[in-house]
């Protein structure tokens, strides 16, 4: 089993809609979790970061951390042009040095 | 300007001859990094340092070497380059000592063997 799994996508939304990502990790006990997007040939840059049980928000983007289920997800509110992207999902191990990526979602925005 | 930069960003070089890809950044982090990106596969960890002179071994080491002698720069070396190692690399550097913290990314090198 991969230690970071993403749904495979792509994923297309309407211009306004609402983005759902998910990411599943397999070590429990990780503490830190994050979302990167990645625009086309472009490198990642950092979106929201979670560490505690339940719903970060920051602008149209909300983080859902769900330690016993082992998920973690993404939705991106009133979807824009702009955020079509890959969205990566990274894990921090417990009681290791190392981020584990999945393979990323990409998603198309449609006007 | 805080940035993490890579040389060179392009690379076609042929099996079995030596390479370095540098990087350097300048923001005094601790936490340096180097990512190998494949199609399907997504980021995958090569080799990380936690401070200078302490390294350790990603999910795909096999075919790399790294050094970290000063806490600005973590070269990434492939002795005897192959085919398979032909992908994107991408380093990263934190100000945590771990990978618990946010990472800033580099702009890439694109490495193509034959």
């Known amino acids: 089993q991969k230690e970071v799994e993403q749904n495979s996508g792509p994923l297309s939304v309407p211009e306004g809609a609402i983005a759902s990502l998910n990411c599943t990790y397999s070590?429990?006990?990780?503490?830190?979790f994050f979302w990167y997007r990645q625009y086309s040939g472009k490198s990642p840059e950092l979106i929201m970061f979670i560490y505690s049980n339940g719903d970060k928000e920051d602008g149209r983007f909300t983080a859902q951390l769900n330690k016993a289920s082992q998920y973690v997800s993404l939705l991106i509110r009133d979807s824009q042009p702009s955020d079509s992207a890959t969205y990566l999902c990274a894990v921090n191990p417990p009681n290791d040095y190392k981020l584990s990526f999945g393979a990323g979602t990409t998603v198309t925005v449609r006007a | 300007e805080a940035q993490v930069t890579q040389n060179p960003r392009y690379l076609i070089t042929v099996t079995g001859k030596k390479l370095t890809v540098t990087c350097s950044q300048n923001m005094n982090h601790e936490y340096m990094s180097w990512y190998r990106q494949d199609p399907g596969l997504g980021l995958r960890q090569i080799y990380y340092s936690m401070n200078v002179e302490v390294t350790d071994k990603g999910d795909v080491p096999e075919g790399y070497k790294v050094s970290r002698k000063e806490k600005r720069n973590f070269p990434l070396i492939l002795e005897s380059p192959s085919p398979n190692q032909t992908s994107l690399y991408f380093c990263?550097?934190?100000?945590?000592?771990?990978?618990?913290?946010?990472?800033?990314f580099g702009p890439g090198t694109r490495l193509t063997v034959t």
């Open positions: 990263a550097s934190s100000y945590g000592s771990s990978g618990g913290y946010e990472q800033y």
């Open positions: 070590d429990r006990g990780s503490q830190s």
